[in-house]
């Protein structure tokens, strides 16, 4: 019996380890080889160019300017994302006339495609009609310029995030304190703690884990930003311009794909690091069930 | 009796929430007004914020400014022909769905059956298998793009419905076989087992027995499949810009429109691309917790 229930075991899982290693794994490989050479996008004979196209990536001021601009919206957007969906959560949590509907209509946003909302917050944030700028002109806040600024830009690319992604950090805060036992806080009410000591010493420290691999996978992705980036400022400007944008730009207005292929090698090595990080965090969580 | 800083800190909670809620609807709420205003109401210098019907006499008097007469002009022009591809907005929703269903019901049975092999034999490697499958997810699309486009260039998947297809149930593999793996786990063995003691045999057993059973997760995962493909962008723009266009990429590409936007038809027309999304989002609303942590997180 054992010999062909394994053989059947194989047969429920190869195509989709067949269809992930033609379509993921030899692309990466494929690109290795395309990273040491001229190719271009309109074509032509591929010649051997050595490491000249990492050369090229390293010392370009673009791709350390994009680095800084990527981990500034990777730090502001996941910080921001966390504070306010954490602090959404902690409201929340608790007995609430119209809690299912309040939450649906909160979740929605995440859910949308950000390539058209992107487009569509451009209505929103334009200068001269956008209904945000007609608020901040009867309130008199000035009438900023979120899409056209330079000093702007970058910040209104942020709120979009923010707006999309605040409620999957509300989501799995409120998963992490479901988890909380209702013992914990009866024993703490009969100490007599203060509620920030609450707070401090069983909430947060209990949240914890959950909130930290929200923040691994929020991080993951708001690295590879780029449909706002590209609905909203377009992929070549100096003040949002992510990897992800950058990569665009040298590939398909450029058209060099070595250079290219050079650099999403060196996006991937950072991309598997933070991964690994959640890799194993998974690893050990699942080990406790 | 609830003491006062209990009650300061439960308003607090209470204004937060208002406000994000008031703060976070504006977006939804304002594109559905876009939507059945007229071109000039949409980029009004005043915000156009009352509609009202009927032509009463007073409708252009000044306490009249804010208010707006709806229209469905921006949803009947959807169906007008481009002037330069000659397509309207309908021939690229129909991509989207093409591309969209097909790929999620392979993703979702490829998936299950993977998941089903992992759940139910000893694999060997099977935990290092398993986590090969949940990296591919963390690939930037844009890692990939540039090998892709020289593949498609050889197989002529370039601008093709396929060409998406595989790519987005490559893709999304990885997310249906984790979520799979957890609903058929919770599928106990005794079934099966009376099955085959029955004399079924495996494929049998897992037609009958396993699919029935895992058919709402089955369901919950499409939906996530179909969410990711119908919103992807990135591969989209750049492997189809000229044939079997998605929605988001028609969309992406009015941005350089020199008569301005058509402001009302992009609502009107967003409107309904993201409807079945937030449909299905409250459809599977207590599970979107496992979707969006690959099934790590079960409640």
Redesign the interface.
């Known amino acids: 019996m054992a010999t062909p229930v394994i053989r059947s075991g194989y047969g429920f899982v190869a195509p989709a380890l067949i269809l992930l290693i033609a379509m993921n794994i030899f692309p990466l490989l494929y690109s290795i080889y395309l990273s040491f050479t001229n190719a271009e996008l309109t074509g032509g004979a591929l010649a051997d160019v050595g490491g000249r196209n990492y050369d090229i990536v390293f010392r370009a001021s673009k791709f350390a300017d994009a680095l800084r601009t990527t981990a500034a919206f990777v730090a502001s957007a996941v910080g921001i994302e966390l504070i306010l969906g954490f602090a959404l959560a902690l409201a929340l949590h608790r007995r609430l006339w119209g809690k299912p509907v309040i939450l649906t209509l909160l979740l929605v946003p995440m859910m949308l495609p950000q390539a058209v909302m992107g487009l569509y917050w451009k209505l929103l944030l334009n200068g001269n009609y956008g209904i945000v700028n007609q608020i901040f002109g009867t309130l008199h806040l000035g009438q900023p310029q979120w899409t056209t600024d330079p000093q702007l830009k970058f910040f209104s690319i942020l709120v979009i995030d923010v707006w999309m992604w605040t409620p999957f950090m509300m989501l799995i805060g409120l998963a992490s304190l479901n988890a909380i036992p209702t013992y914990i806080y009866e024993a703490a009410a009969i100490d007599r703690a203060s509620r920030w000591r609450v707070f401090r010493r069983i909430t947060l420290p209990m949240c914890l884990p959950l909130l930290g691999l929200a923040v691994l996978l929020r991080a993951t992705d708001a690295l590879k930003q780029f449909d706002l980036v590209m609905s909203v400022t377009g992929p070549n400007d100096a003040a949002t311009q992510t990897l992800s944008a950058l990569l665009f730009q040298v590939v398909f207005r450029d058209g060099r794909v070595g250079v290219g292929a050079a650099y999403s090698y060196v996006v991937l090595v950072v991309v598997i690091a933070l991964a690994s990080i959640f890799i194993r965090h998974l690893n050990a969580s699942s080990g406790k069930r | 009796m609830m003491p006062t800083?209990?009650k300061i800190?439960?308003f607090v909670?209470?204004l937060?929430?208002g406000a994000?809620?008031g703060a976070?609807?504006?977006?939804?709420s304002?594109?559905v007004m876009?939507s059945v205003k007229s071109k000039e109401d949409?980029?009004?210098?005043?915000?156009k914020l009352i509609p009202i019907t009927g032509t009463g006499p007073d409708r252009e008097s000044s306490g009249r400014a804010l208010a707006f007469h709806p229209t469905v002009a921006g949803y009947a022009s959807l169906g007008d022909p481009d002037t330069a591809t000659g397509r309207s907005f309908f021939h690229y929703l129909g991509n989207s769905i093409v591309i969209g269903l097909i790929s999620t019901v392979a993703t979702v049975f490829?998936?299950t059956?993977?998941a089903?092999?992992?759940s139910?034999?000893?694999?060997p490697g099977s935990k290092d298998?398993l986590?090969?499958?949940?990296?591919?997810r963390?690939?930037?699309?844009?890692?990939?793009?540039?090998?892709?486009?020289?593949?498609y260039?050889e197989f002529d998947l370039q601008n093709t419905h396929l060409g998406l297809i595989?790519?987005y149930?490559?893709?999304n593999?990885?997310l249906a076989?984790w979520l799979m793996k957890g609903f058929i786990d919770e599928i106990p063995l005794a079934y099966e087992e009376a099955a085959l003691v029955d004399g079924y045999t495996?494929?049998h057993a897992?037609a009958s027995i396993i699919l029935p059973r895992a058919a709402p997760g089955m369901a919950v995962t499409a939906v996530f499949c179909l969410?990711s493909a119908?919103?992807e962008?990135?591969f989209a723009?750049?492997l189809n810009n000229q044939g079997a266009v998605t929605?988001?990429?028609y969309?992406?590409g009015?941005?350089g429109n020199v008569h301005g936007?058509p402001?009302p038809q992009?609502?009107a027309g967003?409107l309904i691309?993201?409807g079945p999304?937030?449909l299905?989002?409250?459809l599977v609303?207590r599970h979107?917790?496992r979707g969006?942590?690959f099934g790590?997180?079960k409640?």
């Open positions: 800083g209990a800190v439960r909670g209470w937060f929430v994000y809620l976070a609807t504006l977006p939804l304002w594109l876009t949409s980029i009004s210098l005043r915000p490829i998936g059956g993977c089903y092999g992992f139910r034999y000893s694999i298998w986590f090969f499958i949940l990296s591919t963390f690939l930037p699309p844009l890692a990939i793009v540039v090998p892709v486009l020289m593949m260039r595989l790519l149930t490559s893709f593999l990885s076989v495996r494929m897992f969410i119908w919103n962008y990135g723009m750049t929605v988001p990429v969309f992406a009015l941005q936007l402001w992009i609502a967003a691309f993201v999304i937030i299905f989002t409250v609303r979107l917790l969006v942590t790590t997180i409640q």
